[in-house]
């Protein structure tokens, strides 16, 4: 059942209050709901029936203002509770049984390592009690939990704790109060035996927060570095949003077993492992980056989603876009605002240009959806992000904080939609975004077309940019977005020219933002002495594809010399873009000089800011060279990147051991843009040298893996070894690694994932292999990722396989754990929605595939509407 944007309507019905107490028990647990309920006064349906939404529950009973209604009087179905007859305001009290410990899913109530602990956005609230279980009804919660004092001390839920106490039979409880009314997915529960880790933040009105993150014990010394982040984040909210936290404890909970990363519960924001827990020696610098950016997300959600919450769920993006920004600017804050800024296009650029691309391409807000566990796309959260980025390019930084201040000061405590979000930036700014909405109605990546012609006899430079937007399912014809086109051009000198357009007076600043509205528009720049090399789309001003034809050596120029470092980075992978295509399927075909070259010269820069120069080292990978492919053959890119690398191996032998032997970061471990570019290009320099089998590599190799003080280190030596052709010395050294952090879920996920990930150890039969292996657990969401996960999305030459066989593999996943964890198993079956993309020995086996999955039995709707959107014509 598809279900429409179109045919929104407001609840029949809203809820004041909601009363919770939860029993705990081994074999299940009793909830017990008591809901003030009345009609909602701006309803049509006056009289109608209240249905409660509801899902896998036993229902125990229903009384309706203190009174036990009979069978007759209510229908239980068993996705709904309908009471046909109810009076105008009522106390509606439902007893549910639930079994929490049976519950694979990972949605509503369920035990993740011996604790009790819920997720219930988007819809998992009515796996746990009856409620109209959608965002545009706001209740006050108070929630009584009632467990087994010894297993369970620690009983968590949103809000403050109001009351506790003992009872009998060795159980207590602990009551909760949440005074801010929230939608059901925001709702959290928490019962185990964790250890608490306690922090204070004082706040910019003089309050005391008391922050707490609970763990289990085993993790204790893991919680330092997201107090810290938490910290940051706070300052920072305040800071540049003006957004002080609300109630007096702030709390974190890890658990292993986690569908996504994260989650913003009021007050009790419950967190995947592998995106809270970190220590030097056990988590990588990425790990550390990553915790950062999501202790600040979810943390900023506190006003952008709890305080400001969605209408329904077509608005996911104005809580995750706008929230994804912030984290964002955030990041950029805490450290290299161009490096941040290039990992956020890469992945927007390889992998949401490609579901815009795909069958499941959407809008930032959709029209329509199945399930909208489907929903949490890159779409939604990272072209949502970049879409309020441009009104903020468009605005400036001032008047986006008065739109921000004026959004947040409106709605507060409401549930709008993201058309509310651009009326606040309009009407503080005075500007007007009604062409610029279309970015939230229009799916497709645009690709502008830019031409230019110089007349030396006028001083003239003519840039024509033409846009076009390619259909999506079910939408074509498109019309022209508004888009902000930041641009500068370079003198032959390699400066920046001041740009004074036809007609201006004054001479200009050396980065404009032109703005885009029609399907084509020619610039005139005047005072132009020579023929410039344009630097276009600076700072990635805009999520689109440029296309221009620069020669190589005007690349080369780029990449020495502009201002922009974003593009001085852009400008070498699309010279290492023309150079891996040039060889793709022409075996005797050389490698451009010139990119080794520009690989030397960087190598060799040691004034140029290190963290661009690791970017600027990274080959495209091939993912992204496949997204800008037409019907790639797989085998063959992944030959030809292979082949670059060796060339720029071999060429460049004595400068990456002497950039190896360089980039030594001083103790103690920090996370900093300069130590995580040095370890990053240290890491970069070996696993290329022991790509082409050096010797004098290995034994660096070894010793670093045998004293590395860090992850970063230790698992950047074992990946360079796994990928190398040292066959003894890479299984030696993955048995002493496993043998070293077996206890560690978190490490043996990032031992399973590099050798899922590897062209060398991750060819199938190694990879079924895996999945047999003591540490691996089907039933773990993350391990799941690290092996599954990391095959198909990363190690592209086995996954396709021209025989099918990683098709086929991935398929029978899909089909296994589409009965536990359908959202699990949705996630996975992304990769083979693209097949159409792919050369035809290629996509017959992916759409196979896909059908022997559509055609198991009681397919999940998740799984179900993936599939069938992809087969379909
Ligand atoms: N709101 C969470 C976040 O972005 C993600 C929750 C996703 N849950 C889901 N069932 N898809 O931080
Ligand atoms: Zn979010």
Do not use: E, F, G, K
């Given at each position: 059942k598809t279900i429409y944007l179109s045919e929104y309507r407001v609840p029949d019905f809203l809820v004041d209050h909601a009363d919770l107490r939860f029993e705990l028990f081994e074999d299940g647990a009793r909830v017990h709901s008591s809901l003030s309920i009345r009609r909602n006064p701006e309803a049509h349906g006056q009289g109608s029936p209240l249905e409660l939404n509801g899902d896998s529950l036993q229902l125990q009973s229903v009384h309706l203002d203190g009174r036990e209604l009979a069978k007759d009087e209510y229908e239980d179905r068993s996705d709904l509770l309908v009471v046909p007859s109810v009076p105008d305001a009522f106390e509606l009290r439902v007893v549910t049984w639930i079994e929490p410990q049976n519950n694979t899913r990972l949605e509503g109530l369920y035990k993740s390592s011996g604790m009790f602990c819920t997720q219930c956005e988007a819809e998992g609230f009515r796996c746990i009690t009856f409620f109209?279980?959608?965002?545009?009804?706001?209740a006050r919660f108070r929630t009584r939990i009632e467990a087994d004092k010894a297993a369970y001390p620690v009983l968590l839920s949103n809000g403050n704790p109001v009351d506790s106490g003992e009872l009998d039979n060795g159980r207590h409880f602990v009551t909760w109060e949440d005074p801010f009314p929230k939608p059901s997915y925001l709702f959290a529960l928490v019962a185990g035996a964790l250890v608490e880790k306690n922090d204070t933040f004082r706040t910019m009105s003089g309050r005391e927060i008391d922050l707490r993150i609970y763990v289990e014990p085993r993790n204790a010394d893991k919680t330092a570095h997201a107090m810290d982040s938490l910290k940051r984040s706070m300052r920072w909210d305040e800071e540049t949003y003006g957004r002080e936290y609300d109630l007096d404890i702030f709390m974190i909970v890890a658990v292993d077993d986690f569908n996504m990363g994260a989650m913003e519960n009021k007050g009790l924001n419950i967190f995947n492992s592998s995106c809270v827990l970190a220590r030097p020696e056990s988590e990588t610098d990425m790990a550390f980056q990553r915790i950062e950016a999501i202790v600040a997300h979810e943390y900023f959600h506190n006003w952008s989603g709890n305080r400001v919450t969605c209408r329904d769920w077509f608005q996911l993006s104005l809580k995750e876009g706008f929230t994804v920004f912030r984290d964002s600017q955030f990041s950029a804050d805490m450290g290299s605002p161009t490096v941040k800024r290039i990992e956020d296009a890469t992945l927007l650029r390889t992998a949401q240009f490609a579901e815009d691309a795909g069958p499941m391409a959407h809008p930032v807000r959709p029209a329509s959806y199945m399930e909208i566990s489907n929903f949490y796309t890159l779409t939604i959260y990272e072209k949502g992000n970049e879409v309020v980025r441009m009104i903020h390019t468009l605005l400036g930084p001032e008047l986006f904080r008065k739109g921000s201040d004026l959004y947040f000061e409106r709605h507060d405590g409401q549930a709008v939609t993201t058309d509310d979000f651009v009326r606040a930036m309009e009407d503080a700014s005075g500007r007007d975004l009604s062409q610029f909405r279309l970015w939230y109605e229009q799916a497709g990546t645009p690709v502008l077309t830019v031409e230019d012609d110089y007349d030396e006899a006028s001083q003239t430079y003519r840039l024509t940019v033409a846009q076009s937007i390619p259909d999506t399912p079910g939408q074509t014809g498109k019309k022209p977005q508004h888009i902000p086109f930041a641009l500068g051009l370079l003198a032959a000198n390699g400066t920046d020219i001041p740009l004074t357009l036809a007609g201006e007076h004054s001479a200009g600043v050396t980065t404009r933002v032109l703005e885009l509205t029609e399907k084509s528009h020619t610039f005139e720049f005047t005072g132009i002495a020579s023929r410039p090399v344009p630097s276009l789309l600076r700072n990635f001003s805009a999520p689109v594809r440029v296309n221009y034809p620069w020669t190589r050596d005007q690349l080369m120029f780029l990449m020495s010399h502009d201002s922009d470092g974003f593009n001085r980075w852009d400008a070498g992978q699309r010279l290492a873009v023309e150079v891996i295509r040039e060889l793709s399927g022409h075996a005797e075909a050389e490698v451009d000089p010139r990119l080794v070259e520009a690989s030397r010269t960087l190598l060799n820069d040691r004034d140029a800011d290190q963290a661009l120069v690791a970017k600027m080292l990274q080959l495209p990978t091939e993912a992204y060279l496949i997204e800008l492919a037409d019907k790639p053959d797989v085998q063959i890119i992944h030959h030809a990147r292979e082949r670059v690398v060796k060339v720029l191996a071999t060429a460049l032998r004595e400068e990456l051991l002497d950039c190896y032997r360089r980039q030594q970061p001083a103790e103690p471990y920090q996370v900093t843009p300069e130590d995580v570019a040095s370890r990053s290009l240290r890491n970069m320099a070996l696993s290329w040298l022991l790509h082409i089998g050096d010797e004098g590599a290995l034994s660096l190799a070894l010793g670093q893996f045998e004293s590395a003080t860090n992850m970063t280190d230790q698992a950047g030596a074992l990946r360079a070894l796994v990928n190398s052709p040292f066959e003894a010395e890479r299984g030696r050294a993955l048995e002493a690694f496993y043998q070293r952090w077996h206890q560690d879920p978190q490490v043996v996920e990032q031992w399973f994932s590099i050798q899922a990930a590897s062209p060398v150890t991750g060819d199938l039969p190694s990879v079924r292999r895996l999945l047999e292996h003591e540490a691996f657990d089907w039933k773990n969401p993350n391990k799941i990722r690290s092996v599954v996960g990391a095959f198909a999305g990363q190690n592209l030459v086995h996954f396709h396989d021209q025989e099918g066989s990683g098709y086929r593999f991935l398929a029978d996943t899909i089909r296994r754990l589409d009965d536990s964890n359908p959202q699990i198993a949705a996630r996975l079956a992304a990769p083979l929605t693209r097949w159409r993309k792919f050369a035809p020995v290629y996509s017959e086996g992916m759409r196979k595939a896909l059908e022997s999955v559509r055609d198991k039995d009681g397919l999940s709707r998740d799984v179900y509407e993936i599939v069938h959107k992809s087969l379909a014509d």
């Open positions: 109209p279980d959608r965002p545009d009804v706001m």
